[in-house]
């Protein structure tokens, strides 16, 4: 019998082979659910609207030899697909754009050559830098409570100098970087949300923008882990 010849068996039948082609997925976090990193692969992994399981990994779990085995580098977050085990948040979102593209999913990076170099460009110096304004504005201020004590020279420093390249980037009244979401803007907003959380001076517009995508489905669904008491 073919398909459409019973419509309710013909539905089981999708229904089925849906379930054997959807990605084998997994996403390993650690239980504290700080980690700007394991944000940015579980922000992709939903913007891409793949379904993933959770797993919470630490300590001496996460430096098992059959970890270090599969995954090389033994961090968090570890996104598992069939076989292969990946560290690197980076790694990891360009991999998901890679293996799963458009048109037929949603997209991480810009399409314009320019703007992917641009967001590549941002991610990396979040990653490299700002260590002082990342120590002295941790993201437990954001996911847990936030401490306002006044930052060094250095720190305010490196915050006026992300409050000045975000200035650069986003235009008054825009919610996002270039004219589509980006996963970079997901970076951007975590940095940033490090000063507005706390409560530290940002213009008008660089705190909407960071709001803005703070409200984002992706960004609400991270936040339903983290605990609403530390
Ligand atoms: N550069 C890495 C950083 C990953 C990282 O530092 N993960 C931390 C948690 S935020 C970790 O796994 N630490 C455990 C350890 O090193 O033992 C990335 O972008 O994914």
């Not at 580098?73 to 360009?94: F, G, M, Q, R, Y």
């Amino acid at each position: 019998m073919t398909i459409w010849g019973n419509p309710p068996r013909a539905a089981a039948r999708w229904d089925r082979l849906a379930r054997v082609t959807e990605p084998k997925l997994t996403l390993y976090a650690e239980p504290s659910w700080v980690s700007p990193w394991v944000f940015h692969v579980m922000i992709a992994l939903e913007e891409k609207r793949l379904p993933y399981t959770l797993e919470v990994i630490w300590g001496e779990e996460l430096h098992r030899d059959d970890i270090r085995e599969r995954a090389i580098i033994d961090k968090v977050p570890i996104l598992v697909h069939e076989d292969a085990w990946i560290t690197e948040s980076i790694a990891i979102s360009e991999y998901l754009a890679e293996r799963f593209p458009v048109p037929d999913h949603p997209r991480l990076f810009p399409e314009n050559l320019v703007q992917r170099a641009r967001a590549r460009q941002i991610m990396s110096a979040l990653r490299t830098g700002f260590f002082a304004m990342r120590q002295e504005r941790p993201t437990t201020g954001i996911f847990g409570v936030p401490e306002g004590k006044p930052m060094s020279k250095e720190a305010q420093a490196e915050a006026d100098e992300l409050v000045r390249i975000a200035s650069a980037l986003i235009r008054p009244g825009a919610t996002t970087m270039f004219e589509e979401w980006c996963i970079a803007d997901a970076d951007l907003a975590l940095a940033l949300m490090r000063l507005v959380a706390v409560g530290d001076p940002v213009p008008q517009a660089i705190t909407d923008y960071t709001t803005a995508q703070w409200r984002r489905p992706s960004v609400q669904k991270f936040l339903t882990y983290v605990p609403t008491r530390r």
